[in-house]
């Protein structure tokens, strides 16, 4: 299994910025993709961005050209930098790996809330 447990989360002013940190451990060697999920309160759990091992990546409409997600693979760390935040973006982070052959794991999650 993989075990994940993220930083960075808090509280910010619209228009602010954070950078979230995901740091993997355990079988790290199972991991094919890593990613960003949130979920607001009354609301679903969406998909932020997602980053494959070699790089590529993907957003949801909502974060596109706002939030930029990166990872060093050397030392089992993802990030996700959150510029121009919104209060809509308020939330609880969760920061999810996939392994190969199926299988995810999931951090506890951090907390971010934009004040207006």
């Known amino acids: 299994q993989v075990q994940l447990v993220e930083s960075g989360g808090g509280l910010v002013q619209a228009g602010g910025s954070l950078r979230l940190s995901c740091a993997a451990s355990?079988?790290?060697?199972?991991?094919?993709?890593m990613g960003w999920y949130r979920q607001a309160p009354g609301k679903q759990r969406e998909l932020v961005a997602t980053?494959?091992?070699?790089?590529?990546?993907n957003y949801a409409d909502s974060v596109k050209g706002r939030f930029t997600i990166s990872r060093d693979n050397a030392k089992n760390t993802v990030y996700l930098q959150m510029n121009s935040l919104k209060p809509e973006d308020t939330g609880v982070y969760y920061c999810?790996?996939?392994?190969?052959?199926?299988?995810?794991?999931w951090g506890q999650g951090t907390q971010v809330t934009v004040s207006s």
């Open positions: 999810n790996a996939a392994k190969w052959l199926g299988g995810d794991d």
């Open positions: 355990g079988s790290t060697f199972k991991i094919n993709a």
């Open positions: 980053i494959a091992k070699g790089g590529s990546t």
